[in-house]
Nanobody, 123 residues
C-alpha cells in the first residue's frame, strides 16, 4: 500500500514562498503520476499541479507562473515550490498519486492521498 507523507506547510506573509514536499513510501516511485490538490473548507478539492512519471509537469491556471513542480526519483519525493503567495492560496494542500496514466487531473483520477498540510498566507 502506497503511503504519501506531505510536509512544508505553514504560515507565510503575502509575497512569500514555501516548498511543499511529498515523500512516497511503500511503492515504486517511477510507477506513479503525481499531483497536488488544495481544498478550502466547504469547497471541493481543486487541482494545483501535476507531474507525470516521465517528469512532464502541468500547473493550474491560477498559480501558473508562481508555482513549480518537480520530482526527485532518488529521494522518492515530489516538490511543489510556491512563490509570490497570495491570501487566496490559503488551503490544505494534498499530495496524490495515480498508479495509471492520468489524462484529466480530477481528484477521482488519483487513488492514493496524503494527509494534507495547511498553508496559510496572511495579507
Amino acid at each position: 500500500q502506497v503511503q504519501l507523507v506531505e510536509s512544508g506547510g505553514g504560515l507565510v506573509e503575502a509575497g512569500g514562498s514555501l516548498r511543499l514536499s511529498c515523500v512516497v513510501s511503500r511503492g515504486t516511485f517511477s510507477d506513479y503520476d503525481m499531483a497536488w490538490f488544495r481544498q478550502v473548507s466547504g469547497q471541493e478539492r481543486a487541482f494545483v499541479a501535476r507531474i507525470t512519471r516521465g517528469g512532464r509537469s502541468y500547473i493550474a491556471d491560477s498559480p501558473k507562473g508562481r508555482f513549480t513542480l518537480s520530482r526527485d526519483s532518488a529521494k522518492k519525493t515530489v516538490y511543489l515550490v510556491m512563490n509570490s503567495l497570495k491570501p487566496e492560496d490559503t488551503a490544505v494542500y494534498y499530495c496524490a498519486a495515480a498508479s495509471h496514466v492520468v489524462r484529466t487531473p480530477t481528484p477521482a483520477a488519483y487513488n492514493y492521498w496524503g494527509q494534507g498540510t495547511q498553508v496559510t498566507v496572511s495579507s
